[in-house]
C-alpha cells in the first residue's frame, strides 16, 4: 500500500499542476450531432486521455478472451491426460515409473511407441 502511495504521489501532483495551469475554457462540438461540452482544457485533455486508456484496455481484454479460453482448453486436458496417467499407473500394480513408456503406453512425443 505504501509503495503504491510512492508511486502516485508524483503522478498525482503533475496532475493537479497540469489542471491549475490549464483553467482556459474549451469549447468541445461533436460534429454530425448538435452536442457540444464546454469545460477546462485541462478536464477536457484529461477526460479524452480516460476515455482512450479505458478504450485501450477494452480492446486488450477482447484481444485475449482467445487466449485464455486456449489456456482453459489446454488445462482441462492436461487435467484428464493426467487422470488417464494415474489410471494407467493403478491398472499396472507393481510396475515401475518407467515401465508405462518401455511398454509403448506413453510415448515420448515425436517418437513412435515400441511395438509390444
Same mark, same amino acid.
Given at each position: ?5 510512492? !508511486?502516485?504521489?508524483?503522478?498525482? !501532483? ?10 482556459? =475554457? ?5 460534429? /454530425? ?6 469545460? /477546462? ?7 479524452? !486521455? ?20 486456449? #489456456? ?20 499396472? =500394480?507393481?510396475?515401475? =515409473? ?8 506413453? #510415448? /515420448? ?5 515400441? =511395438?509390444?
Amino acid at each position: 500500500m505504501l509503495l503504491r502511495l510512492l !508511486l502516485l504521489s508524483p503522478l498525482l !501532483l503533475v496532475l493537479v499542476v497540469f489542471a491549475l495551469a490549464n483553467p482556459q =475554457p474549451v469549447l468541445i462540438v461533436f460534429w /454530425p450531432f448538435e452536442a457540444h461540452f464546454e469545460g /477546462p482544457a485541462s478536464l477536457v485533455l484529461l477526460g479524452v !486521455l480516460g476515455a482512450g486508456l479505458l478504450l485501450g484496455a477494452m480492446m486488450v481484454w477482447v484481444t485475449t478472451l482467445g487466449l485464455r479460453l486456449r #489456456a482453459r482448453r489446454a488445462e482441462r486436458a492436461g487435467g484428464l491426460l493426467e487422470a488417464e496417467l494415474q489410471r494407467l499407473k493403478r491398472a499396472m =500394480p507393481g510396475a515401475s =515409473p518407467g515401465a508405462l513408456a518401455t511398454r509403448g503406453a506413453l #510415448a /515420448p512425443p515425436g517418437e513412435l511407441a515400441p =511395438p509390444t
